[in-house]
């Protein structure tokens, strides 16, 4: 037994060499062939590390913007189509509350600024509050004050990007914005801590800011439809959103289906699924390259197992067991196919340092990846080897050797 | 353990089919081989002598009638246990050695003992010995293409010997060689001979054939023995 398993190490160690000589020796063919599998293994490992440090950067976003926030979306019910801001004071009085910020969202048809009219760029009505919480992006003038809100004072705060449409080489405190034709003073001038890169498609912030008041005379009503709010300190998430229901429901006079409030958690949750299928998809999109690798191996090792025929045939008079010459060709092809793996991981790995750096996501190297690409490329080879190495050995040695 | 006949054919049969008809190529052929032989089996081409040689080689086996090589019926082997009679028993030799291209000699040689699971250094060890033997001492490290046919075809006699086999099987061994090269390789042959190996050669060449202590002729796959050449 003990000799057995000698001479098959002898022999695995003699198909390593032999496939290394007959790799080397024709080296074009052997690059183009395992190229295959490389691009293959390099799209797995890049998309599977680019999506996992892409989701990996966008719940951490998430989680910055989202701790200890509820988001109230209200649909309303026929008597009652959205919340009042006497309502807001009935919710902000909740022990569970710490403060809320209302959303009120703008139909911009066009900001203009004396004769520079722009029509892409977005408002929205915030409170006093909301500067409570984000009082540092203001970089210049004044943040929103409580009279603003409750005045609805013709005041706003812009954005770089505003500042840039309007005021070159001008300070902007002072001068007045008309926001669909109506006047609006500008006191204060904002900058965003964006992330950078993705994460600020999800968080970004409007580029006029206007007292909420205004921003619903502007859209002509007095109802709130979003808001966000803002649990105090030492409350979890489950209890604020409970009390929070039992007040809305109280509003709403118990009518089904008038509001939903969402916590981050459960936005990190839906978007960590979506992240996770998306990654599963896109590996299996590139698992076909590795497939089409495959073949591209297998159909070489069948056309070195017709070349080499002779070569076959003299190793079994020689006294070649069958096992023996298909240990050789398989030997080969995964060696063949494990070259190209492990190129596939090194070019993997720089073409997802370059595309996280491009997405602004943190690189992360991905161990399961690397684990996948080189398990697969060994699969690859051993699978798509087998039927080659398998003819290889049935290959009747007198036949071999009368080809000569 | 002069006289034992460790080779015994009797009645070989060997039958092909050719599309509906059965070609016979070898037709109850007797042949006894004892150890320390050189026998020579010559025919012209066509006659079924490289059938009756793979036959022997154990790379073929026989339709019907009775093989055995030192004490074993070839016709119940299966696959693998004739390739391990190959392994231990039976040394090839080509018409055109059939040296692996990108190995050197001493690879070459070495070959048949990877197959047998022997280890580097003993396989290194044995494949050198044999080079020197057959007087490739300095060409160890050559590829086949920078040797001359004569070289190759030394190499493949060592390939041959270094699996130390009861039978070496030559099939035209100095087919694809001039006269005078051919000549020195039967005068290898001759003294491997003298040092009591078994020589089974096959060839259409009566000159060549004498060269062996013993000679059959085969002719449309019947044997008729033709009595000793030299000193038989």
Not at chain 1, 93 to 122: F, H, K
Not at chain 2, 25 to 41: D, P, T
Not at chain 2, 54 to 74: E, Q, S
Not at chain 2, 79 to 90: C, G, K, T, V, W
Request: glycine share 10%; with cysteine; proline share 3%.
């Amino acid at each position: 037994m003990l000799k057995r398993i000698r001479s098959a190490l002898v022999m695995v160690g003699e198909c390593v060499r032999m496939s290394l000589d007959n790799i080397r020796g024709s080296k074009v063919r052997s690059f183009l062939t395992l190229l295959g599998i490389m691009i293959g293994v390099t799209a797995v490992i890049a998309l599977i590390s680019t999506v996992n440090a892409v989701s990996g950067s966008l719940a951490s976003s998430f989680r910055s913007m989202g701790v200890g926030t509820l988001t109230v979306s209200v649909t309303g019910s026929d008597l009652k189509t959205g919340l009042t801001a006497a309502d807001l004071a009935k919710l902000s009085a909740l022990d569970e509350v710490d403060g809320i910020t209302p959303n009120v969202g703008l139909n911009v048809s066009s900001v203009s600024y004396g004769s520079t009219i722009s029509t892409e760029l977005t408002a929205s009505g915030r409170n006093a509050y909301y500067f409570v919480l984000n009082g540092d992006m203001v970089v210049q003038g004044r943040t929103l004050k409580a009279f603003d809100d409750d005045n609805a004072t013709p005041v706003c705060l812009i954005s770089a990007e505003a500042v840039e449409a309007f005021f070159y080489g001008v300070n902007p405190i002072g001068e007045v914005l008309y926001v669909n034709g109506m006047p609006f003073t500008v006191v204060g001038r904002y900058e965003e801590d964006t992330g950078g890169g993705i994460s600020a498609i999800f968080t970004g912030s409007p580029d006029i800011i206007v007292p909420y008041t205004a921003a619903l005379r502007l859209n002509g009503t007095d109802e709130i439809t979003s808001l966000t709010v803002y649990i105090a300190d030492g409350v979890t998430s489950d209890r604020a959103k409970s009390a929070l229901e039992d007040a809305l429901d109280a509003l709403f006079d118990f009518e089904d289906d008038t509001y939903t409030v969402t916590s981050m958690d459960s936005v990190e949750d839906t978007m960590q699924t979506m992240m996770g299928m998306m990654s599963t998809l896109l590996a299996g999109i590139a698992s076909i390259a590795l497939v089409v690798g495959g073949i591209g191996i297998m159909n070489m090792m069948l056309t070195t197992v017709t070349e080499r025929t002779v070569e076959i045939g003299l190793k079994k008079a020689l006294g070649a067991m069958p096992w023996q010459i298909q240990a050789q060709f398989l030997i080969e092809s995964f060696m063949l196919s494990m070259m190209g793996g492990l190129l596939g991981v090194a070019m993997g790995v720089v073409l997802s340092m370059v595309l996280c750096n491009v997405l602004g996501a943190a690189f992360t190297l991905s161990g399961s990846a690397i684990a996948l690409g080189v398990g697969f490329s060994a699969a690859v080879g051993i699978l798509f080897g087998f039927a080659p190495a398998r003819k290889a050995s049935r290959l009747n040695p007198i036949d071999a050797l009368r080809s000569v | 353990m002069e006289n034992e006949t460790f080779f015994d054919m009797r009645g070989i049969d060997k039958d092909y089919i050719m599309g509906d008809e059965a070609v016979h190529v070898l037709r109850q052929v007797n042949l006894q081989v004892a150890e320390g032989e050189f026998l020579s089996v010559l025919g012209p081409s066509g006659s079924g002598k490289s059938t009756l040689m793979n036959i022997i080689g154990c790379l073929d086996t026989p339709t019907a009638g009775r093989y055995i090589l030192k004490g074993r019926r070839v016709a119940e082997l299966d696959e693998r246990e004739l390739a391990q009679i190959r392994s231990r028993e039976i040394g090839f030799i080509f018409q055109n050695s059939q040296l692996l291209p990108r190995l050197n000699a001493l690879k070459n040689v070495e070959l048949p003992l990877i197959y047998a699971g022997v280890g580097r250094r003993e396989r290194r060890k044995r494949a050198m010995a044999m080079l020197e033997r057959v007087g490739l001492a300095d060409r160890m490290d050559h590829l086949p293409s920078q040797l001359s046919g004569g070289q190759q075809q030394r190499v493949a006699i060592a390939r041959a010997l270094v699996g130390n086999p009861a039978i070496l099987l030559a099939d035209e061994p100095t087919g694809a060689l001039d006269q005078k090269t051919g000549r020195q390789i039967m005068q290898l042959f001759r003294e491997l001979n003298a040092e009591k190996r078994t020589i089974i050669m096959i060839t259409h060449d009566m000159n060549i054939a004498a060269n062996a202590r013993r000679v059959v002729h085969i002719i449309d796959g019947m044997i008729t023995e033709g009595g000793g050449t030299g000193d038989a």
